[in-house]
């Protein structure tokens, strides 16, 4: 199974972001009929890279796994939806994952693991750039507490080392909320998580203070990517 996470940055003006935001709620249909795609799931953006409180009307993702890399890689070469998207974004970058190893469920059920025996880490995928996706639906009454810690959070993650990017994003204002980080190894992202003090600190909160009702982490090996995010290449590709 192939997992893919895009990135959309749309056109200025009113009429890219207003397809865009209608799309949330129009392209899930569209999207159950492409051939291979086993789950997938539109998502926004919020202010400061995704982190902030207020949306980014010009900031979108797609997050979807597929049968294999022959159904995903038809539907970015022949799909009309896919398309008018494009024609929306001055970028769009795309990321081509392997599930290493994951925990937890997203709406009561793990994509990511779907049909994988055994997971990709045992094929020597374990090496080299790798990626991390968290999600978690807040508990309302805990929204307040969450929001509070997520600024200092994100400053924190911005500058460690060895990292390549990191977005917030979401399903839902307020409540679902995902992090996707890439990082240039396995054990830059280990240092970031068991070392820095804010990460730990969040980290104890959400389970002591019981923030989330379902929560999800996936750790990814990075097979290659396309496109730029602000300007950047985010991988390499031999």
């Avoid at 398309?83 to 937890?104: C, M, V």
């Avoid at 307020?174 to 820095?196: C, E, G, K, N, P």
């Amino acid at each position: 199974m192939l997992t893919t996470l895009s990135i959309f940055t749309l056109r200025p003006g009113f009429g890219p972001a207003r397809w865009a935001l209608a799309q949330m709620a129009t392209a899930p249909a569209q999207l159950r009929t492409v051939p291979g795609l086993h789950f997938s799931q539109l998502l926004g953006s919020g202010a400061a890279n995704g982190f902030g409180f207020w949306p980014n009307w010009r900031r979108y993702g797609l997050v979807a796994t597929w049968a294999d890399a022959a159904a995903a890689e038809h539907f970015f070469a022949t799909n009309a939806w896919w398309a008018a998207y494009q024609a929306r974004s001055t970028e769009a970058w795309t990321a081509f994952l392997a599930p290493l190893q994951g925990h937890g469920a997203w709406d009561g059920r793990n994509p990511f693991a779907e049909g994988e025996a055994p997971r990709a880490a045992s094929d020597g995928l374990a090496t080299g750039p790798v990626a991390v996706l968290t999600r978690a639906s807040i508990r309302l009454g805990r929204a307040a507490r969450f929001w509070r810690y997520v600024e200092p959070t994100s400053r924190a993650v911005a500058g460690a080392p060895g990292l390549r990017l990191a977005i917030g994003l979401g399903e839902l204002p307020l409540v679902r909320q995902a992090t996707f980080s890439i990082w240039d190894s396995a054990a830059a992202m280990q240092a970031y998580a068991y070392r820095h003090a804010a990460h730990r600190e969040v980290v104890q909160l959400t389970r002591r203070e019981g923030w989330y009702s379902e929560e999800l982490f996936e750790r990814f090996a990075v097979l290659s990517s396309r496109g730029t995010v602000d300007g950047r290449e985010i991988v390499t590709n031999d």
